[in-house]
C-alpha cells in the first residue's frame, strides 16, 4: 500500500505520545492538535477531548502506592468496558501506568505478592514473577476471577495454552459474565461468543451461553480441584434461590454451575450418584431443550 500525505505527519503522533509518556501532558495535547488541524482525522478530536478530561482527574503525577496505581488502572478498564473512553486512550494511559509502574514501584515491590502486584508484573513483561504471585493469590484467594484471568494471561505468553484453558474454564464456571471477550484468550472461544452475542444481543446471556456451547464442543479442560468442586457447589447452593421464574441469565448461570457439579463428579465422585442425579433434575427443570443436549453427551446413570 502506498503512502499518503498524511503519514508524512505522523512524526506528531510520536512526539505526542513520547510527550505524554513523560507526562508533558500540555505539550502532547499540542501536537495532537497540530495532527488534527492538518488531517481532519475527527477521532483525534475525541482523543484530546478524553486525555485532557481524565488527566484533569486523574493525580497520576501523585502516585504515591502501588495499591492506588492499580486503583486508577481498573478505572480505566471499567471506562473502557462501558465505552466512556476509546481504546486509543485506554492504552495510551496503560502505557503510562506501566512506566510510572517500572520507575516507582517494581523494584521496591518484588517480594510484594499482592494481586496487584502481580498484574503489573504481568502487564510489564515479568511473566514468571506474575505466576509465582498470582499463583500465591489462587491458593488463599480461590474465588479472585481477576487473579485467574491474568494468569492465564501468563501462561498464554509462556506458551502453556492448556493451562490457561484449565483457568479459563474454571473462570467461565465461576463468572463467565464478569470476564470480556478478550479474556477468553483463543479465537475460537471469541468467534463463538460473537455469534452468540448476535443471537442474544446481551452480554450476560451470551457469556454463561459459550460456558455450555464450549462444553458441547469438547473445548473445556476439567481436572480434578476438590477446592474448586466446594467453591462452585457452595456458590451454586447459595444463589439457587425459588422464584417463579429466572431472568434468562440466571437460568443459563445455574444451569451450567449444575453442569460443572454433575460433570465434576461423574468424573471424580462417581460414589455421589443421588448429587449426580438431583443436579440433571434440575437442570431439566431449568431448560428442557438444553437438557436434552446434555443428554445427547451424557446418557443417564445405569
Known sequence: MSATLW?????????????????????????????????????????????????????????SSLEMLYNIFTRYQELLRNQKISSFTFQLYKKLIIKIYKVKFQQINASDNSLAAGIFDYL?????????????????????????????????????????????????????????????YLSQYKMLYGRLHATYSAHDVAAWMLVFESWYRNWLILKEDESFFILLRNKESAERIMQVKYYQFERYRHFVRCLFIA???????????????????????LDPHLFARYRNKRKELD
Not at 25 to 40: M, P, R, S
Open 7 to 63: 503519514d508524512s505527519f505522523d512524526h506528531l503522533l510520536q512526539e505526542a505520545e513520547q510527550s505524554f509518556l513523560k507526562q508533558d501532558v500540555d505539550q502532547a495535547l499540542n501536537l495532537w492538535k497540530q495532527y488534527y488541524k492538518i488531517t481532519a482525522k475527527v477521532e483525534y478530536q475525541k482523543v484530546i477531548a478524553e486525555v485532557a478530561e481524565l488527566w484533569k482527574d486523574s493525580k497520576l503525577d501523585q502516585i
Open 124 to 184: 510489564s513483561g515479568n511473566h514468571e514473577s506474575a505466576s509465582v504471585k498470582l499463583n500465591s493469590i489462587l491458593k488463599s484467594r480461590i474465588d479472585s476471577i481477576e487473579a485467574r484471568k491474568y494468569l492465564g494471561y501468563v501462561c498464554m505468553e509462556l506458551k502453556k495454552q492448556d493451562q490457561a484453558i484449565e483457568l479459563l474454564t474454571q473462570n467461565l464456571f465461576l463468572g463467565a459474565n464478569e470476564l470480556k471477550p478478550e479474556d477468553f
Open 263 to 285: 460433570d465434576y463428579a461423574r468424573s471424580y465422585k462417581l460414589k455421589e450418584r443421588g448429587l449426580i442425579i438431583e443436579q440433571e433434575q434440575y437442570m431439566m427443570k
